[in-house]
C-alpha cells in the first residue's frame, strides 16, 4: 500500500509575509492540481520538475488567494516522494483554508517530523543527518549551527558505516565456523580481529569522549548557582536571563527545587541553575532539595559559589575542595550595601581561603554591578571550541548511549577471544556492537524509537 499523501504548513505558526504549505507522496500533484489554477489552464502535474508556477487557489468556487507552486518529482525532492510547495501569502486565515482545502482534496494532515521520517525512509539521508535536521533548526549558537550542519553532511556516519561492514565481514566468517563446528576449522583470524577491534576503538573512543563537549554545545554549558541561603543566588539567576524566572525573597529557604534556563553569552549557550541555599536544614522538604543542589553541583561544569561579606562562608568553599577539576567562581554578592574597603576586605578574606587560582568576583545581582565582567569570565572559562568543524563531536544521547553500548560489546567480544572462549559467545558479542553501530545510522526498524526520535520535530518538517 502507498503512503498517503500529507500536507502541512512548514512555516512558523503566525502571520508572515508569505508561508510555505508542503504536500508530499504520490497523490501529491493531482491534489494540489485540485484546487491550483494557473493563468493558461496548465496543471502542475504536467509541469517540468523543479519548477515554479504562479495560479490562484480556489476552493469550493471561493478564491482563497494568489500564489507560487513548486514542483517536485519522486526521487529528487526533500522526502523523495512526489512533493509540491504552495507559497502564499501568510495570513493564518489564509494558511489554513489552504490546508483545509488540501485536506479536503484527500490528504492528510502530516505529523511532526513526517517529512524528515519519509526522507529517512526512502534513503534520501541516514539517521544521524535526518536528526541533525532537527539540530539544525533548533541552533542557536554558530558552534551548535556548525555542528548541526557538519552532520548533516554525513559527520561520521560514513565512519560507523565503515567499520560496520568490516565487523560484519569478521562476523560472517565466524559464522561459517559455527557451521562446521565439527571439523575444528579457524576461518575467522583471531589476531586480524584483535586489530580491527583495536581501530574502532580507537574511533569510538574519542566520540565518546567529545559527548561531555557535544552536549554542552547542544544544551548549554551547566553552570550551578550554589551557596548558603540568602545570598541572593535567585536575584543573580534572575539577571544573567534577564528574566524574573526565579522567586526572591528575604525569607532563608525561598529556594526549594532547582530552577534552570539557558541564555547566550558571547555566541555560547550556558545553561544557569538556581539551587537551594546549603546549610544544615531540619525540614524533610529543605533537605530533599539541598540534595538535589549538591547533585547539581557534581553534574555542573562550572560553578558559581555565592557568598556576602557577612556570612560565614567557610563551609560552603570546602564544597570547591571535593570539585577540584571543575571550573570555579567564588562571588562577593550584595557589594551595594558595602563600601569599597569593605568589598576588598572581604575579596580579601574569600581569597585566602579558596585556592589561588579561583577568581573572585565582586557583583551585586541586584544592582548588576560587576555582572558584565562575570559574564566575560565565564565566557573565558567555558572556552569550548570555537568551531565544531571536527566530525568528530557526539551531541546527541541516543548515539552517545549506542557508542557507549557498543565499546561495551567490543571489550567484551576481545576478551573473549583472549581468553580463547566458544565462537557463539564471541559472535554473540559482535553481532551485538553492529546492532549498536547500525542503531546510529539507521538500521532500525522499530516503529516506536522512529516515532520518538521524528515525534521531536516540528510540524512540517
Ligand atoms: N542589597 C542587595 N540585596 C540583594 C542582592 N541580591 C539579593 N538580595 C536580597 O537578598 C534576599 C535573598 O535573595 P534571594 O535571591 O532570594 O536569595 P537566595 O540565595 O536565592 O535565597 P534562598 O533561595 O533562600 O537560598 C532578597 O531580599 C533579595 O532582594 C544584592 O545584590 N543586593
Ligand atoms: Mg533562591
New binding site residues.
Partial sequence: MKPETIAAIATPVGVGATATIRVSGSAALAIVDSIFVSPRGKKLSQQKPNTIHFGKIVHRGQTLDEVLAAVFEAPHSYTGEDVAEIYCHGSVYIQQQILQALIDCGATMARAGEFTLRAFLNKKIDLVQAEAVGDLIAARTPVMHQMAMQQMRGGYSLKIKNLREQLLNFLSLLELELDFAEEDVEFANRFKFNDLATEILSVIDPLIQSFATGNAIKNGIPVVIA?A????????LNALLNDEK?L????????RDAIEDTVTLGGTLFRFI?T??LHAATDTVEQLGIERSYQKIEQASIILL?ATGDQQTNSQLSILNSQLNKKCIVLL??I??LNEEEILAAVKSLQNVVNQQITVLPI????RQGLETLQQTLVQLAALPQNADSDCIVSNARHYEAFVHAQQSLQRAVLAINQQVSPELIAFEIREAIAHLSSIVGEITDADVLNNIFGKFCIGK
Fill in positions: 551557596g541561603p540568602n545570598v541572593g543566588k535567585s536575584t543573580l526565579a526572591v525573597s528575604p525569607i532563608p529557604g525561598t529556594t538556581d537551594a541555599g555565592v554578592n550584595k551595594d550595601t551585586s545581582g541586584k544592582t
